[in-house]
């Protein structure tokens, strides 16, 4: 049972390349959610999928993208990255409240 | 839409002393409460939670108190040890299961 799983671990861009940050789940979870953590700021939600098929804003969702490919698996991706996109980014999951986050992406944008 | 605050942002403390957390909310339909702790360089994790309808709750050195007149809720970690070291979060959510954190708190526990 390997819980949430995230790739890649790290990842350098520059600006304006595409990037996709894959998330998976083995819980059986109906709920999934991206966050992305900055000093000083907590955890910003970016995106989050209720169920397998449906997609909702969060806080943050300007630049990025999210795809809720089936129950297992939430992909974030970043059509044309930028400097303030920098930050570490972390999956998680959930059935009935209690979140379970993946290691996090750390991700630099120069 | 919930917006949650934390305070202190930075806390240290002596092995053995207690440390508060404290965290105000401003959404009336939240009820669930929850709180984490991330160590450096890890994901966060959850330590205790708490409902909005029970007061207090309790999982040995560490308890959490709701006051939802005021809505307000509170970390106590009592007998602090150095492992205690951490960045604790705080978060609010409705009957959705979307969390909205806190800015978090930086605990340091000298020995």
């Known amino acids: 049972n390997a819980g949430v799983t995230q790739t890649p671990k790290f990842q350098v861009l520059k600006t304006g390349q595409s990037m996709t940050l894959q998330c998976a789940q083995d819980m059986n979870h109906n709920s999934m959610y991206w966050y992305r953590q900055d000093p000083g700021m907590g955890l910003r939600l970016i995106y989050y999928?209720?169920?397998?098929?449906?997609?909702d804003k969060g806080e943050v969702p300007n630049g990025y993208n999210v795809s809720r490919l089936n129950k297992r698996e939430f992909s974030l991706r970043l059509e044309s990255a930028a400097p303030s996109q920098t930050s570490v980014y972390f999956c998680?999951?959930?059935?009935?409240?209690?979140?379970?986050f993946g290691p996090g992406t750390r991700l630099t944008v120069t | 839409g919930e917006n949650v605050e934390q305070h202190p942002s930075t806390l240290s403390v002596q092995e053995g002393d207690s440390a508060v957390i404290k965290c105000t909310y401003s959404d009336s339909a939240s009820n669930y409460f929850p709180w984490y702790k991330q160590e450096l360089g890890k994901r966060p994790q959850l330590i205790i939670d708490?409902?909005?309808?029970?007061g207090e709750k309790k999982d040995q050195r560490i308890a959490v108190t709701l006051n939802k007149t005021a809505k307000h809720f509170s970390l106590h970690i009592t007998e602090t040890q150095p492992e205690d070291s951490a960045v604790y979060f705080c978060?609010?959510?409705?009957?959705?299961?979307?969390?909205?954190f806190g800015t978090g708190t930086r605990l340091q526990v000298f020995p």
């Open positions: 978060a609010a959510s409705t009957y959705t299961d979307k969390l909205i």
């Open positions: 708490i409902r909005s309808n029970v």
């Open positions: 999928s209720a169920s397998e098929g449906t997609t």
């Open positions: 998680a999951s959930t059935t009935f409240y209690e979140q379970y």
